[in-house]
């Protein structure tokens, strides 16, 4: 099956900082999605985004298909933005497969 | 509220018994996910539904596990004779299913505890 590599696999940050967090597939995809999970298990969802790049306020996220791989852009960090970080794939009207995440930690 | 809920959100059982959890999906969304987390880790599939046909399940999904959606609705997933390997997050989620436009909305999890 697809294999979802994330990295780097932990991330600590100072308040005000930016990040990059990294996600490589080994196979084409039809679907990719970006998730914050916080603290209490909910995974809230940060971008659908199976080709180019999107923008939503201090986060955007940039795919590249034809090369696999897909980057998500913390801008500003604050300590809200403290938790892991999934990006998980289809590879066409498939159950999700994810990754290991990124544990993101955000200091004052 | 339209979002996925699931109950109850958190069960603590002892070795051997039974437990049942339930999924709302979003109304509308014609497919219901089941994933498994454990510490540490990404969410596994379980187990999927479009509308009550139960489509695919994962080699996770061992005998003691089963699900249903008998009316294209909420679905519950029962996990028999539980064993300390099962204490996980169950996680549910749901999409509309429609051509290639597939995102998946997630609950706030069932947290399991077997003792």
């Known amino acids: 099956g697809i294999q979802v590599e994330q990295s780097p696999p932990d991330l600590i940050l100072q308040e005000g900082a930016n990040s990059t967090l990294r996600c490589n597939f080994s196979d084409s995809v039809n679907n990719l999605q970006w998730f914050h999970q916080n603290p209490w298990g909910q995974l809230i969802n940060l971008f659908y985004?199976?080709?180019g790049t999107k923008q939503n306020g201090r986060l955007s996220a940039t795919t590249v298909a034809t090369e696999r791989y897909s980057l998500l852009y913390i801008s500003s960090s604050q300590t809200t933005d403290s938790g892991v970080y999934f990006c998980a794939v289809d590879t066409g009207n498939t159950p999700l497969v994810f990754g290991k995440g990124t544990r993101l930690s955000v200091i004052a | 509220d339209t979002g996925v809920s699931q109950n109850p959100r958190h069960k603590i059982t002892k070795r051997g018994q039974n437990v049942t959890f339930r999924c709302d999906p979003i109304s509308e969304h014609n497919r219901l996910y089941w994933y498994r987390q454990t510490l540490g880790q990404g969410p596994e599939f379980l187990t999927y539904f479009q509308n009550e046909a139960q489509l695919e399940k994962s080699r996770l999904l061992s005998d003691r596990f089963s699900a249903e959606r008998p009316k294209g609705s909420f679905s519950t997933l029962e996990i028999q004779r539980t064993e300390q390997g099962d204490s996980a997050m169950y996680l549910c989620?749901?999409?509309?299913?429609?051509?290639?436009?597939?995102?998946?909305?997630f609950g706030p999890g069932t947290r399991l505890t077997v003792l």
């Open positions: 989620a749901s999409s509309r299913g429609r051509n290639r436009y597939n995102e998946q909305f």
């Open positions: 985004i199976p080709s």
